[in-house]
């Protein structure tokens, strides 16, 4: 597999993605000099014995106690240690191996005050695949203290980790991969845990789930078009240039290219001259998705390619200033904007149910014996999942407590925001393919042939899918008539 560089240039979310399937990373030389110069200007601070947040004074609500010579050699490691509180399940792999790469390119923009051997040891564990156990809940979006401490546990020997099937103590994760634990020094222990790792590259991964459950939402529109003899009209280019979205524009070619030679495509095709609203504004709507889907792209690639360090190390103006570059702010609100988005894509899905259902019993002969049906038995599931949706789209980044009224009292709920939207997807998944297979339900009693070029190629898929798991539905279905012989 190809080897990821850091570098001086952004690194692009497909880069990131990369690594987090499994490719290697390595840092220029360019990169090396710049993390070393910011390296120089945290040694002659504290040759100068300035007073520098985390470096010279405590943290938190000891920011204006200073430190003894003793105390700052023992800072960056009690840093390390004091700060991995969580609970929850562990964190995926990817949401880790994301998190590691988010951090070693933040270190690599030079403003973090770290050593070049941090870097290279972030590097060495994601080439080894040694990967940190990191609980889930432990960060309020002010700078991922908890979950990038458990990282950096690891790196120094401590903490948990997953190498090679196993989880074991992470200085014995690190034995077997060959990668000799760091020795803190300098600024190094803030710098590893004073980062939005998790954040950030949670986010990128469920950015590019939000982009392929918007193309599968348009997907499921189009079907259940086929099934209910939608009015394209809807598509047409003149509707989106009318408009001026690029979100709607997009979402309306790819349904147009889903349903190039369908039927109803052809004049006289539309059993209406208009439907109900969750066919007519599908453009508008899952156009809004894919305007938010890019809004937190752009989020989460600033983000991913800044120096969000505090104290930030200034190059040219030789200090450390006290900031607030950890505050991931417009990412935050971008997820929860995301999330709202998404509420929406699936309540049209929900609408259009309905009206499946409707199609299918409207259609269906007096006296007739339903055929086998799958999404007409998941009707309620989606009415049920629909609540949950909208539940999830609610607000994550305004309730985060004061963490300390007279230093920390407030945070972004970033991690939350991000992680709700994850949820909020598998919740949009589930009803999209309950929407699925209603339009095949409604296809099959009528014996309808579907020709559009994307939604055909569906239709199969859908048949494929019900197929192999046919045993169990069979036995449904033979249950029921066994029980219910009217039906």
Same mark, same amino acid.
């Given at each position: ?44 601070? %504290? ?13 938190? @609500? ?41 951090? %070693? ?78 020795? %803190? ?50 598509? @047409? ?12 524009v997009a979402a309306a070619d790819h349904l147009r290219d889903v349903l190039a030679g369908s039927a109803l495509t052809a004049p006289g ?42 104290? %930030? ?30 509420? @929406? ?143």
């Amino acid at each position: 597999m190809a080897t990821v560089t850091i570098s001086e240039s952004p690194l692009s979310i497909a880069d990131l993605l990369g690594v987090v399937s499994g490719a290697g990373v390595q840092l220029d030389d360019g990169t090396r000099a710049r993390i070393a110069a910011g390296r120089a200007v945290v040694d002659r601070t %504290l040759g100068a014995h300035q007073a520098v947040y985390g470096l010279t004074t405590q943290v938190g @609500h000891g920011k204006d106690t200073r430190l003894t010579d003793e105390e700052i050699r023992d800072q960056q490691l009690w840093l390390v240690m004091s700060h991995s509180g969580g609970i929850g399940r562990a964190l995926p792999t990817d949401v880790v191996r994301a998190a590691l790469t988010v951090r %070693l390119n933040g270190i690599a923009r030079g403003g973090s005050g770290a050593g070049v051997p941090a870097a290279e040891i972030l590097a060495d564990m994601l080439n080894a695949h040694v990967h940190p156990v990191v609980p889930e809940t432990s960060s309020v979006g002010a700078g991922d203290l908890g979950h990038m401490a458990s990282m950096a546990q690891v790196a120094v020997g401590a903490g948990r980790a997953e190498y090679g099937g196993e989880v074991l103590p992470g200085g014995e994760a690190l034995r077997r991969a060959g990668i000799t634990p760091l020795e %803190l020094g300098g600024k190094d222990g803030l710098a590893l845990i004073s980062a939005n790792g998790v954040s950030v590259g949670h986010g990128a991964l469920v950015l590019a789930r939000a982009a392929r459950v918007a193309e599968a939402a348009d997907v499921a529109a189009a079907l259940s078009m086929e099934a209910t003899g939608a009015n394209l009209t809807v598509l @047409h280019p003149a509707v989106g240039r009318a408009k001026g979205i690029a979100g709607q524009v997009a979402a309306a070619d790819h349904l147009r290219d889903v349903l190039a030679g369908s039927a109803l495509t052809a004049p006289g095709g539309a059993r209406s001259v208009q439907d109900p609203l969750s066919f007519r504004v599908v453009p508008q709507v899952h156009g809004a998705l894919r305007e938010y889907v890019t809004a937190a792209g752009r989020a989460v690639t600033t983000e991913l390619n800044a120096a969000a360090d505090n104290p %930030l190390v200034s190059v040219p103006d030789d200090a450390l200033l006290s900031n607030g570059n950890f505050h991931p702010m417009v990412l935050a609100i971008a997820f929860d904007a995301l999330r709202i988005a998404v509420a @929406h894509v699936g309540q049209l899905s929900e609408r259009r149910t309905v009206q499946l259902w409707d199609a299918f019993f409207r259609q269906m002969p007096e006296g007739t014996p339903p055929p086998s049906v799958y999404g007409l038995q998941l009707r309620p599931t989606a009415a049920a999942l629909l609540p949950e949706l909208v539940q999830a789209a609610a607000p994550a980044t305004l309730g985060v407590p004061p963490l300390d009224l007279g230093v920390e009292d407030h945070g972004t709920g970033a991690p939350l925001a991000v992680r709700r939207t994850d949820e909020a997807l598998h919740m949009l998944e589930d009803l999209l393919a309950i929407e699925l297979l209603l339009a095949h339900d409604v296809l099959a009693q009528a014996a309808a042939s579907v020709t559009g070029a994307g939604t055909a190629a569906v239709l199969a898929t859908v048949k494929e899918a019900i197929a192999a798991a046919a045993p169990y539905a069979d036995a449904v279905h033979v249950e029921l008539r066994s029980r219910f012989p009217s039906i």
